[in-house]
């Protein structure tokens, strides 16, 4: 990765989360009514700083759940959220790396919201725990948007996961039944044919446009976090697409994945 302060780097939030702040109203008028004005923030280990906050902050993460169509939350391998104090994108590694020193951190804005951990996963009974991180020094609906996006983002790992390491049979709406695996594998052949979805999704791709072979696990990173951002990006109805026409309607430039993402989140597991 480029060190220092470079902008288009796809680790680096700083243009998303400028975005973000100029367009919160209307992101925070399409994120459930009980996020707004939370305020809060996630504080290691697993407490919640609730200074100004009202609310049970277990519904910041129901609610968003509740965005999910019951057959995926019923796919989901969530097991725990966890809640850790801040985390950046480290400088000068061959491979992403967490710090938890900014002064080591692409930049400041190089911030991890998130991230699902397998620690749990057996082969036989596929785990799955959402870690969040807390965020220092942004404006506080910025911060609620991030970890909205992020949590939602984890939450479609839960199900491309077992698809993709724990193949199984899927029933889609149209009540075809397919592998899993090869599901996401059509998915991965339709979505190199078009730009990546969002500024970060696009760190898994190569300048031709083809997902990036990502170490042991393939490409099976790169088509993961590919259907996670587009995913998160439909059932919010916004994102920091790479097409500035269609921020607020996301997936409107590719309908070929759209329908396939609404397939795979509306799929009932076959026994
Ligand atoms: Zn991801």
Redesign the pocket.
């Known amino acids: 990765m480029t060190p220092e302060t470079n902008s288009t780097n796809p680790l680096d939030m700083k243009e998303t989360l400028d975005w973000y702040g100029d367009n919160k109203r209307e992101i925070l008028d399409r994120l459930p009514l009980v996020l707004r004005g939370t305020g809060f923030s996630l504080i290691h280990p697993l407490s919640i700083e609730r200074n100004e906050f009202a609310q049970d902050p277990r519904e910041f993460f129901y609610t968003l759940i509740a965005r999910l169509p019951g057959a995926a939350v019923t796919r989901s391998t969530l097991k725990k959220i966890e809640f850790f104090k801040p985390h950046w994108f480290c400088r000068d590694t061959e491979v992403p790396t967490a710090t938890d020193e900014v002064s080591k951190a692409i930049s400041p804005t190089a911030i991890i919201p998130s ?2 951990d397998y620690s749990d996963w057996q082969k036989h009974r596929p785990a799955s725990n959402i870690w969040m991180y807390q965020i220092k020094g942004l404006d506080e609906d910025v911060r609620t948007i991030v970890h909205a996006q992020a949590f939602i ?2 939450l479609v ?1 839960t199900l491309t996961a077992p698809a993709i390491y724990a193949d199984h049979r899927l029933r889609l709406p149209n009540n075809i039944v397919v592998s899993s695996l090869e599901f996401m594998t059509e998915f991965a052949k339709e979505a190199q044919k078009l730009p990546p979805i969002t500024h970060y999704s696009s760190g898994y791709r190569n300048p031709d446009g083809s997902f990036k072979n990502n170490g042991p696990q393939g490409y099976q990173i790169a088509i ?2 590919e259907m ?2 587009s995913a998160a990006a439909q059932l919010l109805g916004f994102a920091f697409t790479l097409n500035p026409q269609t921020r607020f309607e996301p997936l409107s430039d590719r309908l070929e994945l759209r329908k396939q993402v609404y397939q795979f989140l509306n799929a009932r597991r076959e026994k």
């Open positions: 991230k699902t983002h984890e790992h993961s976090e996670c951002e």
